[in-house]
């Protein structure tokens, strides 16, 4: 069976991000860090992605957008909380608004902390999930059998 | 006739390994051009085991039927290319085969896929004229619209359409879906409109969407072989590297420029197909 | 037979005068369309059995060429009346002129006495498709006219009118294509014109009195070449056989014969009545224009264009006919009203099919026939499914189709068939067309290459924003109650399995039918198209059938979790809705794609038209001046 690491494919959402991580996320497609050599690709689409990658910890209104997104998405799939306030809500935790990290909607499979993380700890964590990936794509072809 | 069944079996067994692999060439030459590393050459096969490795989702019950339904009808289509038949009958079953793509886009109500659709339809019309003509052109110089004749023929047939030829890169372009005329979908991130027309396509459903293009490229890639082929059997390996040479080339061209509106796309093909290509078919014309 | 078969037509045209019960009404039209078909039946049968030779009848008759001319004159006087109701002056003016010219022409010229009628494989094939669609649009017309008057209650109930035209226009139609006299085809010629005239202003709304009289001035300007037609053949030649027209080959009576054929069919410059007509009820639509009587146009064209091939006058018609195919394909895009777009494209293939005429060889004669069937039932399907949906949904809006596929499906799939029809590979206006794009390579003629290559992109755009908004997955906000009448699905089922029957018996359609008709028309001739083509097209056929029904069996098997469309999100589970910036919900509505700024009616219509009239113009002044090809 083809392994889902070698393709993973990977939809990137600003939950409420200051943009930050977004542009560092941005970063990682260009050429000094060059994420396609791993096979990905920004789809930007979910039905299409594996890798669900968000910036930002999560509001009331995109709190709904998220778990959709996520209900999209066909398994296997993980998530990467990007972003000290995608893991925990970072500065904006005590705001009215701000539910917390992302992990109080979805369940998340990598932090990827920093503000901004940067595009090594991003790519680093993008690979942490690969392996997550595979395993829950194993557990998948186990349950199926 | 047992070289036409060959002809044949190898198209449907190798088309889409020679289109996945030449997707791989493409996306490293781009990365290189780019200075990037790139993925693997062997990138396309990858993604499609994992497409078809999971999870079945969909939006409605139709879409996978489509879909096969495109990928059958030009898998059908590039047979009868490859089996020596009708040139004319190929471009229009291929025709038939995108109608079938477009109804599977717009089966979901989905703005984005709606939009790419719409887009795809533009672009069929865009591309359409030349594509007849270029089989017209064929039949001028050849006196037939049989690819089993065209092959045969002393002189290569582009000697008498080097305006066709030129037009046919152009509108290749929108068969390839390179920039710029990359408009119904895009193999490039952060798009106005996600994935176009192939926005609602997941797993299964989208891999049987890129085995078809991967048909459909190596189907493009043998009408431009038509151009140069003739009956010597050099002819066959100089017309194979010319193909090469043309593909290299597309994905120069899709490096090098932006995408455009579809004003000018639509009246940019249409005008490279009135200059380049009835221009040449009147000289064929008058000449013949 | 003949007499029958335009008889019995007219005999129900005056019967439905009296019959004032709503339901009786029903019953004769059963009887009525039924008795239609078995007559042609019957003749055809004897026809085939007595050899199917050219039969050439009737060449004493007197009596009748005397009532044919009070008939004349009652049209003219009739047009008159009208249009000094309507105070209009330009009918006027062209009915008398005709009228005049063609009776001072039957009295002074001497002309050779020669059969009348003429049965031949192009009038049978004719007859079938004025017998059976006719004959199944009547029918349709019982159920729709209730659902018509149903919805458009400021319209005045004139139902026994409006079926005793549709009978009487059946009878005309057949007169005409079985007439060889050219009197003979001009009194009908008239006669269909003045009911196409009455049934467009049928509703008696000012626009519909406008474009009523928009086309019958139109037609009659047809009516006036074809009665210069008839002066000139008489004086200078002493005939008014329609073979002879095609034997001598005289450029000015064929220049003015073909001006009659392009006004009745519709195309660029006159163009613009057949859209006007579109306000007539969709049966009116459905028959007259688009499956019978701008077939007349197209009949009288396939009838002289073998005395058209590479003339001056094969040139302007087929130059005229391309130019028609593309620009209204064009226009077609940018409109949104279900019947406009079939008007537009029954022009456009009309174009084509003058195109193919003008040419003038087999090859395109042959396409040209080929073209005339299959337009003839899938475009009346096409209309009357519209009609049914505009009753049902109460708008022919292509955009209020959305989902049809959904809200009334079996409107859908038989709409679907009809385009289908109308331009998919391999249904038979591909071959069609496959064979006119040879055709017109081999006569050199490189604009008409041009004309197909890019009418057929745009043809192939309008019809697939069509077909895509038909089959769209949608669940509907409201539900709809399919209020189509039984009658009405008994002609569209009708048509629909018409329609599959001659894509799937191509072959033997085009040996059996089509062939004779060109053999007749050339002498003799080779097969125009190969064996070995047929069977591509056969494997093509049944491949393009199968794989569909194949996949729908493969892909049920596989399971799928069906989850909403991709709204970036916003969409609250139903894809009807989405939730926009204020956190209210909102409709979701997708329109179509109409490139109104570039290929509206607005931008095109006048140059298009300034361009053929300046072709027909300096095409007539070549042939008055005499200018050898």
Same mark, same amino acid.
């Given at each position: 069976?083809?392994?889902?690491?070698?393709?993973?494919?990977?939809?990137?959402?600003?939950?409420?991000?200051?943009?930050?991580?977004?542009?560092?996320?941005?970063?990682?497609?260009?050429?000094?860090?060059?994420?396609?050599?791993?096979?990905?690709?920004?789809?930007?689409?979910?039905?299409?992605?594996?890798?669900?990658?968000?910036?930002?910890?999560?509001?009331?209104?995109?709190?709904?957008?998220?778990?959709?997104?996520?209900?999209?998405?066909?398994?296997?799939?993980?998530?990467?909380?990007?972003?000290?306030?995608?893991?925990?809500?970072?500065?904006?935790?005590?705001?009215?608004?701000?539910?917390?990290?992302?992990?109080?909607?979805?369940?998340?499979?990598?932090?990827?902390?920093?503000?901004?993380?940067?595009?090594?700890?991003?790519?680093?964590?993008?690979?942490?999930?690969?392996?997550?990936?595979?395993?829950?794509?194993?557990?998948?072809?186990?349950?199926?059998? | 006739?047992?070289?036409?069944?060959?002809?044949?079996?190898?198209?449907?067994?190798?088309?889409?390994?020679?289109?996945?692999?030449?997707?791989?060439?493409?996306?490293?030459?781009?990365?290189?051009?780019?200075?990037?590393?790139?993925?693997?050459?062997?990138?396309?096969?990858?993604?499609? /085991?994992?497409?078809?490795?999971?999870?079945?989702?969909?939006?409605?019950?139709?879409?996978?039927?489509?879909?096969?339904?495109?990928?059958?009808?030009?898998?059908?289509?590039?047979?009868?290319?490859?089996?020596?038949?009708?040139?004319?009958?190929?471009?229009?079953?291929?025709?038939?085969?995108?109608?079938?793509?477009?109804?599977?886009?717009?089966?979901?109500?989905?703005?984005?896929?709606?939009?790419?659709?719409?887009?795809?339809?533009?672009?069929?019309?865009?591309?359409?004229?030349?594509?007849?003509?270029?089989?017209? /052109?064929?039949?001028?110089?050849?006196?037939?619209?049989?690819?089993?004749?065209?092959?045969?023929?002393?002189?290569?047939?582009?000697?008498?359409?080097?305006?066709?030829?030129?037009?046919?890169?152009?509108?290749?372009?929108?068969?390839?879906?390179?920039?710029?005329?990359?408009? !119904?979908? !895009?193999?490039?991130?952060?798009?106005?409109?996600?994935?176009?027309?192939?926005?609602?396509?997941?797993?299964?459903?989208?891999?049987?969407?890129?085995?078809?293009?991967?048909?459909?490229?190596?189907?493009?890639?043998?009408?431009?072989?038509?151009?140069?082929?003739? !009956?010597?059997?050099?002819?066959?390996?100089?017309?194979?590297?010319?193909?090469?040479?043309?593909?290299?080339?597309?994905?120069?061209?899709?490096?090098? !420029?932006?995408?455009?509106?579809?004003?000018?796309?639509?009246?940019?093909?249409?005008?490279?197909?009135?200059?380049?290509?009835?221009?040449?078919?009147?000289?064929?014309?008058?000449?013949? | 037979?003949?007499?029958?078969? *335009?008889?019995?037509?007219?005999?129900?045209?005056?019967?439905?005068?009296?019959?004032?019960?709503?339901?009786?009404?029903?019953?004769?039209?059963?009887?009525?369309?039924?008795?239609?078909?078995?007559?042609?039946?019957?003749?055809?049968?004897?026809?085939? &059995?007595?050899?199917?030779?050219?039969?050439?009848?009737?060449?004493?008759?007197?009596?009748?060429?005397?009532?044919?001319?009070?008939?004349?004159?009652?049209?003219?006087?009739?047009?008159?009346?009208?249009?000094?109701?309507?105070?209009?002056?330009?009918?006027?003016?062209?009915?008398?002129?005709?009228?005049?010219?063609?009776? @001072?022409?039957?009295?002074?010229?001497?002309?050779?006495?020669?059969?009348?009628?003429?049965?031949?494989?192009?009038?049978?094939?004719?007859?079938?498709?004025?017998?059976?669609?006719?004959?199944?649009?009547?029918?349709?017309?019982?159920?729709?006219?209730?659902?018509?008057?149903?919805?458009?209650?400021?319209?005045?109930?004139?139902?026994?009118?409006?079926?005793?035209?549709?009978?009487?226009?059946?009878?005309?139609?057949?007169?005409?294509?079985?007439?060889?006299?050219?009197?003979?085809?001009?009194?009908?010629?008239?006669?269909?014109?003045?009911?196409?005239?009455?049934?467009?202003?049928?509703?008696?709304?000012?626009?519909?009195?406008?474009?009523?009289?928009?086309?019958?001035?139109?037609?009659?300007?047809?009516?006036?070449?074809?009665?210069?037609?008839?002066? +000139?053949?008489?004086?200078?030649?002493?005939?008014?056989?329609?073979?002879?027209?095609?034997?001598?080959?005289?450029? %000015?009576?064929?220049?003015?014969?073909?001006?009659?054929?392009?006004?009745?069919?519709?195309?660029?410059?006159?163009?613009?009545?057949?859209?006007?007509?579109?306000?007539?009820?969709?049966?009116?639509?459905?028959?007259?224009?688009?499956?019978?009587?701008?077939?007349?146009?197209?009949? +009288?064209?396939?009838?002289?264009?073998?005395?058209?091939?590479?003339?001056?006058?094969?040139?302007?018609?087929?130059?005229?006919?391309?130019?028609?195919?593309?620009?209204?394909?064009?226009?077609?895009?940018?409109?949104?009203?279900?019947?406009?777009?079939?008007?537009?494209?029954?022009?456009?293939?009309?174009?084509?099919?003058?195109?193919?005429?003008?040419?003038?060889?087999?090859?395109?004669?042959?396409?040209?026939?080929?073209?005339?069937?299959?337009?003839?039932?899938?475009?009346?399907?096409?209309?009357?499914?519209?009609?049914?949906?505009?009753? &049902?949904?109460?708008?022919?809006?292509?955009?209020?189709?959305?989902?049809?596929? *959904?809200?009334?499906?079996? %409107?859908?799939?038989?709409?679907?068939?009809?385009?289908?029809?109308?331009?998919?590979?391999?249904?038979?206006?591909?071959?069609?067309?496959?064979?006119?794009?040879?055709?017109?390579?081999?006569?050199?003629?490189?604009?008409?290459?041009?004309?197909?290559?890019?009418?057929?992109?745009?043809?192939?755009?309008?019809? &697939?924003?069509?077909?895509?908004?038909?089959?769209?997955?949608?669940?509907?906000?409201?539900?709809?109650?399919?209020?189509?009448?039984?009658?009405?699905?008994?002609?569209?089922?009708?048509?629909?399995?018409?329609?599959?029957? %001659?894509?799937?018996?191509?072959?033997?359609?085009?040996?059996?039918?089509?062939?004779?008709?060109?053999?007749?028309?050339?002498?003799?001739?080779?097969?125009?198209?190969?064996?070995?083509? %047929?069977?591509?097209?056969?494997?093509?056929?049944?491949?393009?059938?199968?794989?569909?029904?194949?996949?729908?069996?493969?892909?049920?098997?596989?399971?799928?979790?069906?989850?909403?469309?991709?709204?970036?999100?916003?969409?609250?589970?139903?894809?009807?809705?989405?939730?926009?910036?204020?956190?209210?919900?909102?409709?979701? @509505?997708?329109?179509?794609?109409?490139?109104?700024?570039?290929?509206?009616?607005?931008?095109?219509? *006048?140059?298009?038209?300034?361009?053929?009239?300046?072709?027909?113009?300096?095409?007539?002044?070549?042939? *008055?001046?005499?200018?050898?090809?």
């Amino acid at each position: 069976m083809a392994k889902v690491s070698k393709s993973p494919w990977l939809l990137h959402y600003d939950a409420s991000s200051c943009n930050g991580c977004d542009i560092e996320v941005l970063d990682c497609l260009t050429p000094k860090y060059d994420i396609e050599r791993f096979g990905i690709i920004n789809t930007g689409d979910p039905f299409q992605a594996d890798i669900f990658l968000i910036t930002g910890g999560v509001n009331s209104q995109t709190e709904s957008v998220v778990k959709q997104i996520y209900s999209q998405m066909p398994e296997p799939k993980v998530v990467v909380a990007v972003g000290i306030c995608a893991c925990t809500g970072g500065v904006f935790k005590e705001c009215y608004n701000i539910k917390g990290g992302i992990d109080t909607v979805i369940p998340v499979d990598v932090y990827v902390p920093g503000c901004a993380a940067r595009p090594e700890a991003i790519i680093d964590g993008v690979l942490k999930a690969l392996k997550v990936l595979d395993a829950k794509q194993a557990a998948l072809e186990a349950k199926g059998r | 006739m047992v070289m036409k069944a060959i002809y044949v079996i190898l198209f449907l067994i190798f088309a889409p390994f020679i289109g996945g692999l030449l997707d791989g060439i493409d996306r490293i030459i781009s990365a290189r051009m780019q200075r990037r590393k790139g993925p693997s050459i062997f990138q396309p096969f990858y993604d499609l /085991g994992k497409l078809f490795s999971k999870e079945m989702i969909a939006v409605n019950n139709v879409q996978l039927l489509l879909n096969l339904s495109y990928l059958v009808i030009l898998v059908i289509a590039g047979a009868m290319l490859f089996a020596g038949a009708d040139l004319l009958m190929v471009l229009f079953i291929l025709s038939t085969a995108d109608m079938f793509l477009i109804m599977a886009a717009s089966s979901d109500s989905s703005p984005y896929a709606n939009m790419g659709a719409s887009r795809e339809m533009m672009q069929m019309m865009a591309y359409e004229p030349l594509t007849l003509l270029v089989a017209v /052109g064929f039949y001028l110089t050849t006196g037939s619209f049989h690819v089993g004749t065209i092959i045969q023929q002393p002189v290569s047939a582009v000697l008498w359409m080097p305006g066709l030829l030129v037009g046919f890169m152009f509108t290749a372009a929108i068969k390839f879906r390179k920039s710029p005329f990359d408009l !119904s979908t !895009s193999h490039h991130a952060h798009q106005e409109m996600v994935k176009g027309i192939t926005t609602e396509m997941s797993g299964t459903t989208l891999a049987i969407m890129n085995i078809a293009e991967y048909y459909e490229m190596v189907v493009i890639l043998g009408i431009f072989f038509l151009f140069f082929v003739n !009956s010597t059997w050099w002819s066959w390996i100089v017309a194979l590297a010319i193909c090469f040479v043309l593909f290299l080339m597309e994905t120069l061209w899709d490096n090098i !420029s932006a995408r455009l509106k579809w004003k000018t796309v639509l009246y940019g093909c249409w005008v490279v197909t009135l200059v380049a290509g009835g221009v040449n078919i009147l000289i064929l014309m008058l000449d013949k | 037979m003949i007499p029958l078969l *335009i008889a019995i037509p007219a005999v129900l045209a005056v019967l439905f005068q009296f019959v004032r019960n709503e339901k009786a009404r029903g019953y004769i039209v059963y009887a009525g369309s039924g008795i239609i078909m078995l007559t042609t039946v019957i003749f055809i049968v004897r026809w085939v &059995t007595g050899g199917a030779q050219t039969w050439m009848l009737y060449p004493e008759t007197e009596l009748i060429d005397h009532l044919m001319t009070a008939g004349d004159i009652f049209l003219m006087c009739l047009i008159i009346y009208l249009s000094v109701k309507h105070e209009k002056v330009i009918p006027i003016i062209l009915s008398v002129l005709q009228t005049a010219l063609v009776i @001072y022409t039957e009295f002074t010229a001497d002309v050779a006495e020669g059969p009348h009628m003429m049965v031949d494989w192009l009038t049978i094939l004719m007859c079938v498709i004025i017998a059976f669609i006719g004959g199944f649009i009547c029918i349709y017309t019982v159920g729709y006219m209730k659902g018509y008057h149903h919805h458009h209650k400021e319209v005045e109930d004139r139902q026994p009118f409006f079926f005793s035209m549709l009978f009487l226009f059946l009878a005309a139609m057949f007169g005409l294509v079985l007439s060889q006299n050219l009197v003979w085809i001009y009194f009908f010629w008239e006669i269909t014109s003045v009911i196409s005239f009455l049934m467009i202003g049928y509703t008696k709304s000012d626009e519909a009195v406008n474009n009523s009289f928009c086309a019958l001035w139109m037609n009659l300007l047809g009516g006036l070449g074809f009665a210069v037609a008839i002066a +000139l053949m008489a004086q200078l030649h002493g005939t008014l056989q329609l073979l002879e027209v095609v034997n001598i080959g005289a450029l %000015l009576p064929l220049m003015c014969l073909s001006l009659a054929g392009m006004t009745k069919s519709a195309q660029l410059p006159f163009s613009t009545w057949l859209l006007g007509a579109m306000v007539a009820p969709t049966p009116s639509s459905a028959l007259l224009h688009s499956a019978t009587m701008v077939k007349a146009g197209v009949y +009288l064209l396939i009838r002289i264009s073998p005395a058209l091939e590479g003339n001056l006058v094969g040139i302007i018609v087929s130059s005229i006919g391309g130019f028609t195919f593309i620009m209204a394909s064009m226009m077609a895009i940018a409109q949104n009203d279900a019947k406009k777009v079939l008007a537009f494209s029954t022009i456009s293939n009309l174009g084509l099919i003058v195109a193919c005429s003008g040419i003038g060889v087999e090859e395109t004669v042959w396409a040209a026939v080929f073209l005339m069937v299959f337009h003839a039932v899938s475009k009346s399907m096409l209309f009357q499914s519209v009609g049914a949906t505009e009753n &049902t949904l109460g708008s022919r809006d292509i955009e209020d189709m959305h989902g049809l596929i *959904i809200r009334v499906p079996k %409107l859908a799939y038989i709409m679907g068939i009809g385009i289908a029809g109308m331009y998919l590979a391999p249904f038979g206006m591909l071959i069609s067309k496959w064979l006119a794009l040879k055709a017109f390579v081999d006569s050199g003629n490189v604009i008409l290459v041009l004309c197909i290559a890019y009418g057929s992109a745009t043809t192939m755009f309008y019809w &697939t924003k069509w077909l895509a908004k038909l089959l769209c997955y949608h669940i509907p906000r409201d539900t709809v109650k399919d209020v189509t009448r039984k009658d009405e699905y008994i002609s569209m089922s009708f048509h629909a399995i018409v329609m599959l029957l %001659l894509c799937l018996f191509l072959p033997v359609v085009a040996i059996t039918v089509v062939n004779p008709i060109v053999r007749e028309l050339f002498g003799n001739t080779h097969d125009v198209l190969s064996m070995s083509v %047929l069977t591509t097209m056969a494997i093509m056929l049944v491949s393009i059938f199968i794989v569909p029904v194949v996949m729908f069996f493969i892909s049920r098997r596989s399971h799928q979790e069906l989850v909403p469309i991709y709204m970036n999100g916003v969409n609250e589970g139903d894809n009807r809705f989405f939730t926009n910036s204020f956190g209210g919900k909102d409709h979701l @509505y997708l329109s179509n794609w109409y490139l109104r700024f570039e290929f509206g009616r607005r931008h095109l219509r *006048i140059p298009s038209i300034i361009v053929a009239t300046a072709v027909l113009v300096v095409g007539f002044c070549l042939v *008055i001046g005499g200018v050898s090809w």
